[in-house]
């Protein structure tokens, strides 16, 4: 079902709805680049990559998907925490400052993702790293307008939309982008650097009309409702698809690393050549590998590939939903279009439900 | 801005200009070799700081260079006295590193981390522990609370198990222990030596010398993974109920503050949630024991 | 230790093309302050000297020749550290695949009349005949992880090595799979620590690092075979470099 969060008559609603022409767009854009890092999809291999831009006609902001998330510029996969010198045992924190960036071009289910891991990195003990680089950002959002490719199932997962989570939001409607605004920053940032109008009768009629045109494009792939998920991971604990998933998956870990929800790390010390200084890095790790869960004694408290993936399944599933009160998977299809034997979020969810309603477990 | 961080002190609530990931300093003002394995580092924290820590709870301790390693607390809050105890396993890079320290080197520290044992909630109760090798290490800290206010508590029955003679941790106490009327402690071994008298056998062995009043005993076990199963048996055998069974889990604690995800137990993390918990609370994840 | 109290170290080559070496002296140039912190004390390939007290020594090749296993020997009794430098040594290496045909094809096909003057076996990893304390993997190994093993060593503290597949490296990077460039790729079973260096640049791994600990060998064939390789074609790309690990693997299976 579409939503219709724009009014038809802006002057009763006060409806924060503007419009920027393509080309007001780019000027836009232009303007932010001597202010502002500007990250935007762009083509990358045969693929694309949300990357600096330095100049606006890099940017694709038609791209179907990325193979790495934009949380890369939040969580980056490797990064220092802290400087050290063994000489006196000091820490010494000296973080780079980020430069004030605007993120462009975001899916509404990195949106999601997002909105995710600002909860897990800013609730209980906050992550000054992850927020430090988050606070200097601004989001601007895209809403889709067709499936990025069979893999995509974000309808299921009430990801297909968003209605915070960015300070700018745009809809494509052919010849500008309507221009939702999300917070005070970004109608400054709209105020500063650009030309926009408000919407006309006619441009929100247009908007509209778009909206309601792209919902019949996605289909529906979970073969039960997404509210259902949480408690069909919950009896799913035994069932013997997990055994099956171990045999075949490759451990490879790219189901998780190019997963925008999944933040899991690793914190390892490197030190120069002089011995004395050194840094604390994290990196991205995964819960997919052998000894994500052994300790040093060597027990490994999830050794077989099998209890691997239904820990997976069950974080994007259950466990991140139970904590952050958002769903582990948004259902950009990143991970299936990674994995080499086949294992997917929809063939795994609809699987545990087949079983389920046929008691066969 | 370049800042040497001081020792982050207990905080509550969110703090949002302080890296949860930079470790303070301590000073290691006395080392004592347990075993060939194991030694006990005395810690001291800067202008006479408290931990305040619970017994059961661990720190993450750093070598700089080497790395970061979760290692739980054994001296008990009734004698921190400006300083704490880490008894250390030599077994991975960190610990390596941390027995080649010396006497006045500094160590990073952040902690105390993870839910401990709810004491107070103990007194008046019969105490049953059933450590097995190095999870006398994180019990050691409860126990000396315990002995501290011993009146508070009922009878201490000490149940403690390791791989041969040589790998008993804390002689010196074990044996102080044995000597107290107002303790019960009994000791066994996998495999013995020539000079060994006592028990051989695993520590469930040892559960048929004891009677104990179940509905006031609270029981206590900490030990390799493998363990857990067995003593719980024997706990539950005993007639003892599952709210007064407490585990102390060892998983990989990396981060400490409930993000890394190492740690998990389905969808707990024991870095948060743990590493004690009432058994009665982690019966139903598939991941526990 | 040397009299300035800097361990030394000392490099050694056999059955190999010395690309290796060639690596060391490479990281030497963007590292010179290597040389603040270890003394090298023979390194055929880079000087003249030939010290033989040394504590850590690094040893390229694999062994080939029956011949030369006093030689190795006599390293592993001086080092208190013995490090594999490189495939050959780690694995056997190109070397190894010899053993897919007679010894005597091989002899006459390489040496011709002069076949019966060289003497030689099946070449081996290093680890076959001495203990082998850590390997740094690769053909060529990375100048990057050379010094950081170098760096962990002499810290006391287990080298960095990982033991995870480079798949991992090779999407942090957010390079496109090759196998949906329709390339095949032994990414998935073999050890990271390259930087996927091959990937990045549109070739296929062939796992010249060797493989990781617990490989799904059998759901790797079957991604193969989808891909449309024969058996005779995955063979061919699994032994590569690890001919020596693949007939010890049939050899354990009987």
Known sequence: MAPLYYSITTEEQNVSLTILSKSAFQEFVARLLPHYRVVGPVPHDIGYSFEEIQDVTELRMEYPTTILPPKKWFLPPKETLFKFTRKNGGVIQDPPETPPTVILGVHTCDLHAIQLLDTVFSSGQYDVHYMGRRKKTLIISIECLSPCDEHSFCKDMGTLTADEGYDLHLTDLGDSYAIDVGTQAGADLLQNYSSSSVATKEEIQKLNAV???????????????????????????????????????????????????????????????????????????????????TVAGGHNFRASRALRQRHRFMRKGKYILDAHKHLGCVGCGRCARACLVNITPVSTFNELYRQQETGSH | MVTIASYPQMQTGTIMDRDIYAPGLGTIVNIRPLTSLEKVFTIQLPEGQSLGHRPGQFMEVSVFGIGEAPISISSSPSRSNGTFELCARKVGDVTTALHNLKVGDKVGLRGPFGRGFPYENFRGKDILFAPGGLG?????????????????????????????????????????????????????????????????????????????????????????????????????????????IYLSLERKMKCGVGKCGHCQINNIYACQSGPVFPYKEIKGLEEAL | MSSNGKPKIAFFDFTSCEGCQLTVIDSLQDHPELLNVVEIVQFREAMTEKGEDYQIAFVEGSCSRASDEPR???????????????????????????????????????????????????????????????????????RNEFISVVKALLLGKKPPIPDYPLCVECKLKGNVCLYTKGQVCLGPVTRAGCGAICPSFGASCEACRGFITNPNDNSMREVLIEAGLTVEDITSIYTMFTTYQVREKIQQKG
């Not at chain 1, 890095?281 to 997919?288: A, F, I, P």
């Open chain 1, 211 to 293: 909206i309601n045109a792209k919902w019949p494009k996605f289909s529906y792939r979970l073969d039960f409702d997404v509210s259902e998920l949480s408690s069909i991971m919950e009896l799913s604990m035994k069932s013997p698809l997990w055994e099956e998933l171990g045999n075949r998956c490759l451990a490879c870990a790219s189901c998780t690393n190019v997963c925008p929800t999944c933040f899991c790390f690793d914190v390892k010390d490197e030190v120069e050549l002089d011995l004395v200084t050194g840094q604390r890095v994290r990196n991205w790790d995964s819960c997919q590998l052998d000894d994500f869960a």
């Open chain 3, 72 to 142: 190795l020997k006599k390293i592993r009794q001086q080092a208190a550290i013995v490090v594999a430098l490189g495939a050959c040594a780690h694995l056997g290496g190109v070397n190894a695949l010899k053993a897919l045909h007679p010894l005597d094809e091989v002899r006459k096909y390489v040496y011709g009349d002069k076949a019966d003057w060289y003497e030689t076996y099946d070449a081996r990893p290093i680890s076959a005949v001495i203990d082998v304390d850590y390997a740094i993997p690769g053909c060529p190994i990375d």
């Open chain 2, 136 to 244: 006398l290490a994180p019990l050691r800290s409860l126990i000396n609370q315990v002995l501290d206010e011993r009146n508070l508590y009922g009878r201490v029955i000490i149940l403690y198990g390791a791989r041969n003679p040589g790998e008993l941790l804390f002689k010196d106490e074990l044996k102080a222990w044995s000597e107290r009327d107002d303790v019960e402690l009994m000791l066994t071994v996998d495999r013995g030596d020539e000079a060994w008298t006592g028990n051989v056998g695993v520590i469930t062995t040892l559960f048929k010398f004891i009677s104990i009043y179940p509905r006031n005993t609270v029981a206590i076990t900490c030990g390799p993974p493998v363990m857990y199963r067995f003593v719980l048996m024997e706990f539950i055998g005993k007639g003892i109920s599952e709210g007064n």
